[in-house]
């Protein structure tokens, strides 16, 4: 059976039909039986949908899904109204509103402060905080935050509630005593992790302020290494774009970017947790939706299908009740059966897939675009074609057992946007590979700073931390990172890497190679580093005895030398892609790997073995509204130049063009035209239908 809503519709007259639809998500949700479908037709929808009855079986599923071609979105965020104004001096323009509901809660500690969200026009606003965020940065960034003079922890650091205490020249702005009962966050010490916490005292440049487990170490120290803001006083609000919220009088206080009256635009603040309720169902499917502010609930559920969904807002807080606090993910599967699919992830404090120990999840075709890392643990799953860009730390995780995974042409890059530790891709504590394969992956551009004196590790391509085993690493790129492109850190005595083999892989950071020195009792047994390209290996780094290297090339020679059967080739050259140029002395150079090497020949060194593949996420046949084409002809062909590409996405090779009625190519360079045949023109993917992007 299929029911339809509508913002047209009516939940007491409609009958769920296409002619007369129901005007929410819960009424027909409620309806819903094992095979059903609910299309919804164009429109915002407001409000999450509660716990539903609707049983789905793997033979008959429950599907939610956009009406074909129509723009749908479910927003846990609800419309704020009756604005006036508050204060309209000195060239500030705020206005005030009811808003009589909050995601925080004094009782339950982490959600004291900094979880409610406001938006303006379809654009993040930012709650007051000092000093004042960067313009248009969502959802956190460090680069306008505080540095202290100094900072100490002033009560014992192995606490569970602690004392600390920063001094700051910049804080003498504030009359003393002004900033007791605002809030704090901190990057401490080596910029490891965040924490939060309230100020409790304030005299001059000094505050003292209380975390909940602050860690021990001096990475996590608030010294002068740090940076922090706080927020959750009004007297932040002195910038455009900020918001502050009364908890007492439930009024909210908005300064617009663009200094305008609230009542002229879409303000909007979060109300809900969820949009759609799944707790422990099965097989339900959602197509072409769009959820912002929050997504569906699907804890305890199995075998959930999300196919051309996006996913905006999902997670939000700026205060970190903890160092290691669990964020908020866009899709969260705890259980079996998950195929996430040509799906967006955008814009939130949080991870947008967090995966436990399931089986066959399957990630393709999707793009993560400022989030947290994607956590990924579970057996024979594939995480295929996607883009992650532009995260606080790293870009993807890999936890527990993953045996008989792939991970695949995947574009993972500028990290390290806030921590200092890590890598684009974490392999963590404990993980088991059981013969995974990740392979003609591309990490790149890893900006977070390393200082070696001051516990700033900067970001590696692959980090390895102990007892990790057997997996295969092969043909992947790392370029541009601030620390080794490698980082095999089994640095405690016998902890282990084992079985963990690089193959063929070009890693072109500075130092492209980084083993923890066999002093500190590190033990790597059956591990390979074989056809591979790096410029030198990482500062104190020895030849671990466990670790078979052949055929290796080095741009520049360690002191100890290298073990025999790898080349030295200080003037080395890639083109731009990182292909061999005609005559490199790595063509050939390499040894035949069994399931490795394709032909029958030697192979090359490097990752660059007949090819490598386009990577990161491919655009849809959805996409070619927004594209913009413009064609120069010459002679019987033209050349196509594309725009407005979604970002993170590739058009791939399944991506054609045609001019007027002409013959399909897929080289933009060379497009077959003739005049007489038309000058628009038309795109499309795979066997979509043909869609105009422009003209000639």
């Keep these: 059976m299929d029911y339809y809503i509508s913002p047209q519709g009516n939940d007491s007259t409609g009958d769920g039909s296409l002619a007369k639809p129901w005007k929410t998500t819960n009424k027909a949700l409620n309806k819903t039986a094992a095979g059903d479908r609910v299309i919804i037709r164009q429109g915002t929808y407001r409000g999450g949908a509660g716990w539903f009855p609707g049983n789905a079986t793997a033979a008959a599923p429950i599907s939610i899904e956009a009406y074909p071609g129509e723009k749908v979105t479910l927003s846990a965020l609800a419309e704020l109204t009756g604005w006036e104004p508050f204060d309209l001096t000195n060239g500030k323009a705020i206005y005030r509103a009811p808003m009589p509901f909050t ?134 609000l002195t910038y455009p774009g900020s918001w502050w919220r009364d908890a007492a009088a439930n009024f909210v206080y908005v300064w617009l970017p663009d200094n305008s009256h609230p009542k002229d635009a879409v303000v909007e603040a979060l109300k809900d947790n969820h949009i759609i309720d799944c707790y422990g169902r099965s097989y339900y499917r959602f197509k072409n939706l769009s ?150 992956n591309f990490l790149h551009d890893g900006s977070a700073p390393a200082d070696g004196t001051k516990e700033f590790y900067g970001s590696s391509g692959f980090y390895f931390e102990p007892d990790i085993s057997n997996m295969v690493f092969r043909h992947n790129i790392v370029c541009r990172t ?52 790096t410029p030198k290996r990482g500062n104190n780094t020895q030849f671990h005895p466990d670790i078979e290297y052949s055929r290796n090339a080095f741009k520049a020679a360690p002191s100890d030398g290298l073990p025999s059967n790898n080349l030295l080739i200080a003037n080395l050259g890639f083109n731009p892609d990182y292909s061999l140029p005609s005559g490199s002395p790595l063509i050939k150079a390499g040894v035949a790997i069994a399931g490795v090497t394709t032909t029958g020949e030697q192979p090359d060194i490097g990752a660059w073995e007949g090819g490598f593949p386009i990577v990161g996420a491919l655009l849809r046949q959805k996409d070619l509204s927004q594209i913009k084409a413009t064609g120069v002809a010459a002679g019987s062909n033209a050349k196509i130049s594309l725009s407005n590409l979604p970002t993170g996405r590739n058009k791939g090779e399944n991506f054609s063009v045609r001019i007027g009625t002409s013959q399909e190519s897929t080289d933009l360079n060379n497009v077959p035209f003739n005049s007489t045949l038309g000058s628009e023109i038309f795109a499309k993917v795979a066997t979509g239908e043909w869609v105009k992007i422009g003209t000639m």
């Design 103 to 236: 995601r925080c809660d004094q009782t339950k500690p982490s959600e004291i402060a900094g979880v409610d969200f406001l938006a303006w026009n379809n654009k993040a606003l930012r709650e007051a905080q000092w000093p004042a965020p960067a313009p248009d940065e969502y959802p956190l960034s460090c680069q306008k935050w505080s540095a202290p003079d100094s900072g100490q922890w002033t009560t014992d650091p192995t606490l569970s509630e602690v004392t600390g205490q920063i001094e700051d020249a910049d804080l003498l702005a504030f009359p003393s005593g002004s900033l007791v009962g605002s809030y704090i966050t901190i990057l401490p010490g080596a910029r490891w992790t965040l924490v939060s916490g309230k100020v409790t005292a304030h005299e001059g440049k000094t505050i003292t302020f209380v975390v909940k487990n602050s860690m021990n170490g001096s990475y996590y120290k608030p010294d002068s290494r740090s940076l922090y803001f706080l927020f959750g006083k009004q007297l932040f």
């Design 482 to 533: 601030t620390s080794p492109s490698v980082s095999l850190v089994a640095n405690f005595d016998g902890k282990t890497i084992q079985n963990v083999c690089f193959y063929n892989n070009t890693f072109d950071s500075e130092a492209g190679i980084y083993w923890v020195p066999n002093s500190a009792g590190a033990k790597f047994p059956g591990c390979k580093f074989v056809n591979n390209y």
């Design 291 to 440: 959820f912002v502010g929050a997504a569906v609930n699907t804890s305890q559920a199995s075998n959930m299908i999300f196919e051309g969904c996006e996913f905006r807002w999902f997670a939000h807080r700026i205060y970190i009740p903890n160092t290691w606090f669990w964020f908020k993910a866009g899709v969260y599967a705890s259980k079996d059966g998950y195929v996430i699919k040509d799906c967006d992830f955008k814009d939130a404090m949080g991870p947008a897939i967090r995966a436990e120990g399931q089986n066959g999840l399957v990630v393709e075709n999707c793009t993560a675009i400022n989030t947290i890392e994607l956590e990924i643990s579970g057996t024979n799953s594939k995480f295929v074609q996607n883009t992650v860009w532009k995260s606080p730390g790293g870009c993807f995780k890999l936890s527990g057992n993953i045996s008989g995974s792939e991970i695949k042409y995947n574009d993972l890059g500028y990290s390290g946007l806030m921590f200092t530790d890590g890598g684009i891709c974490l392999i963590a504590k404990k993980t088991v590979g059981g013969g995974t394969q990740i392979f003609e």
